[in-house]
């Protein structure tokens, strides 16, 4: 189900936290198109931090990469990496509103993103909003080979760690399904939404600078 906005309306970061806590989240039609439309859909897209799943290669990846993975160091680099096209996709939903809005989440500590850099090069990443013990994943971008789902890894990591319990990817894809990702219909999207909002977690309580040994330990302690 969607809604369009009126473009002329003010979206505060309060209006927007409200709508995300109702299970509602803003979309644009494309880059040059002003207004929102709030989405609720009637499956939702969700991670169960419980059963995520990582492919050994990919654990084995987090622990070795030579890429640095940063917590909240660059918001606009990744917000261009998440809306620059890409194969099978040459527009983009962010529109001038999402950047404007998610910033102004992101300096209230509200939005997060995390970001995987190969020296002065981010070449990939993620964002999304951290609201009690839930976690709304807007979207994420890789320009190389596994960056997109070391990012994932890592934001995983930390939401256990932090005492999360609702992954929103928002839909499912076959990236994602990979790693344990399930659809719930909306009332039972709702239902575990609303357990989530009934408890705090926090974000930082694995340490913006850990590892990858650090992380795997967290995923996967056996391995």
Same mark, same amino acid.
């Given at each position: ?6 473009? &002329? ?8 936290? /409200? @709508? ?6 803003? &979309? ?8 929102? =439309?709030?989405?609720? *859909? ?5 991670? *169960? ?13 987090? #622990?070795? +990469?030579?890429? /640095? ?13 998440? !809306? @620059?096209?890409?194969?099978?996709? &040459? ?10 809005? =998610? ?23 993620? =964002?999304?909003? !951290? ?11 890789? +320009?190389?080979?596994? !960056?997109? /789902? ?6 995983? @990591?930390?939401?256990? #760690? ?6 929103? +990817? ?24 609303? /357990? ?19 992380? !795997?330990?967290?995923?996967? *302690? @056996?391995?």
């Amino acid at each position: 189900m969607a809604s369009r906005d009126d473009p &002329m309306f003010e979206i505060t970061p309060q209006v927007l936290l /409200k @709508a995300y806590s109702c299970g509602i989240f803003p &979309m644009a039609e494309s880059a040059d198109d002003p207004a929102l =439309y709030w989405i609720e *859909p009637q499956q939702r897209g969700v991670l *169960p931090l419980e059963d995520f799943h990582v492919p050994r290669r990919l654990l084995r990846t987090v #622990r070795t +990469t030579p890429w /640095k993975v940063k917590i909240d160091n660059d918001y606009d680099r990744v917000i261009d990496g998440c !809306a @620059a096209p890409r194969a099978g996709r &040459m527009s983009t939903w962010i529109n001038a509103r999402i950047r404007s809005l =998610y910033r102004e989440l992101f300096d209230l500590g509200a939005c997060h993103t995390v970001e995987v850099w190969d020296g002065d090069h981010i070449v990939g990443g993620l =964002y999304g909003v !951290a609201l009690k013990s839930a976690f709304f994943g807007e979207s994420m971008f890789s +320009t190389e080979r596994d !960056a997109s /789902k070391i990012a994932l890894v890592h934001l995983t @990591a930390r939401l256990i #760690r932090g005492g999360f319990t609702l992954l929103d +990817t928002q839909f499912v894809t076959e990236h994602l399904r990979q790693f344990g990702t399930v659809e719930l219909d909306r009332s039972a999207f709702q239902a575990k939404l609303e /357990k989530a909002l009934d408890k705090n977690a926090d974000f930082f309580d694995l340490p913006r600078e850990a590892t990858g040994d650090e992380v !795997a330990a967290i995923i996967a *302690p @056996a391995h």
